[in-house]
């Protein structure tokens, strides 16, 4: 295999010879598109720091999910931003919350799209952190009971898959055990098992409304220097009853994302998160690099890497493309 008699730009010469040996493909099958559900009625609002993402009113967000649909993309994954905040989050676990409603909304007018909700509470709370307080400390077994309650809430208005991604330990157990005492021992979790301490988070906590007002969440996300740890809080979750895992966010992590792969044998999920996009975007608009091409590399990096799932906000524009 060495040169003269290996040349390995005999494969590459044109496109059909790259089309018949390509490694990893993009499918529209692959993409989850992410929704933010607000109060109101025909409300669409930019998100400022995500370009072409909106918070939008439930009516809207049944327009948004039926597009995706039309698109062939499988499935939404919900947030919402409640018309109050309290220190209990009640908003959350609400018979009319903001994204029980969205669920509801979705599956009357896209009933073969399916809604999956993240399960957390920074949304919900005044202070912005994902569970309960004491004395300015997140209370782990307290908030446990709290996402249970969310989760079954959810199901309950017709999610098809709920994702808990407060981080707290014990949390798939708690919303398993929930889900099968109330009768949704089908419906499966998407256990946010591996999510990082970010940078990457913060144009989502603009969109989300959902920035601690104090401290900060490194007493329950994972700190991105630690890559063993990862593997262990996947296994933790996959012990408990995850039905897929997931790493989150996923461009800094294609190294956890590759050893998830080959340790779990479970759906791996990957979450392309605000701040993968908005940079790509921001450098776009300089006209510093091509948009469409970055996408799709960093899509095809995080498939490469081993996500058989990609949650990605670029999920409509990716899907467009891959339809021509």
Known sequence: MQFPEYRARRLRKNENFQRLIRETSLSVDDLVYPLFAVPGKNFKKPILSMPGQFQLSVDNIGREAQKARELGIPAVLLFGIPAEKDEMATGAFAKDGIVQQAVKRI?????????????????????????????????????LEVLAETAVSLARAGADMVAPSAMMDGQVAA????????SFEDTPIMAYAAKYESSFYGPFREAAESAPQFGDRKTYQMDPANADEAIREIALDVGEGADIIMVKPAL???????????????????YNVSGEYSMIKAAASLGWLDEEKAMVESLTAIKRAGADIIITYWAKEVAKLLNK
């Open 107 to 143: 599956k009357n007018e896209v009933p073969d799209i399916l809604v999956i909700t993240d399960v957390c509470l920074c949304e919900y709370t005044s202070h912005g952190h994902c569970g309960m307080l004491e004395k300015d400390c997140v209370q782990n077994d307290t908030t």
């Open 252 to 270: 800094a992590y294609l190294d956890v994302i590759y050893r998830a792969k080959q340790e779990f044998d479970l759906p791996l999920a990957a």
């Open 175 to 182: 919303i398993r055990e929930a889900l099968d005492e109330n």
